[in-house]
């Protein structure tokens, strides 16, 4: 599986952006398709997660209400929606796959990962 993450940028507090996630080189049945972020000097963090079959989704309670991950089929892309920013917000986000029917939320699950976008939120 290959990942391909854009849509990072800068935005004002209380903004907001999209991320995509363009996967590419299997069929997806059975795979599970999440959003993690790692700021500076920070370990790497879940943020949302959908299973590609049934859309399934979980959220970190740092983002729930806020970020929406859905994902469309057709195009093999997954996106994070982002409103509200927050300054705490700001980081590098990695879109990831891992084999499952449920959402996964540990890194260890995910066994493929995309190059990361940096998300910027200015106060």
């Known amino acids: 599986v290959q990942l391909q993450a854009s849509g990072g940028g800068l935005v004002q507090a209380g903004g907001s952006l999209r991320l995509s996630c363009v996967a590419s080189g299997r069929t997806f049945s059975g795979i599970n398709m999440g959003w993690f972020r790692q700021a500076p000097g920070k370990e790497r963090e879940f943020v949302a997660a959908i299973t590609w079959s049934v859309g399934t989704t979980v959220y970190a309670d740092s983002v729930k209400g806020r970020f929406t991950i859905s994902r469309d089929n057709a195009k093999t892309t997954v996106y994070l929606q982002m409103n509200n920013l927050k300054p705490e917000d700001t980081a590098v986000y990695y879109c990831?796959?891992?084999?499952?029917?449920?959402?996964?939320?540990?890194?260890?699950?995910?066994?493929?990962w995309g190059q990361g976008t940096q998300v910027t939120v200015s106060s």
């Open positions: 990831a796959a891992a084999f499952g029917i449920r959402p996964r939320t540990t890194l260890d699950e995910y066994s493929y």
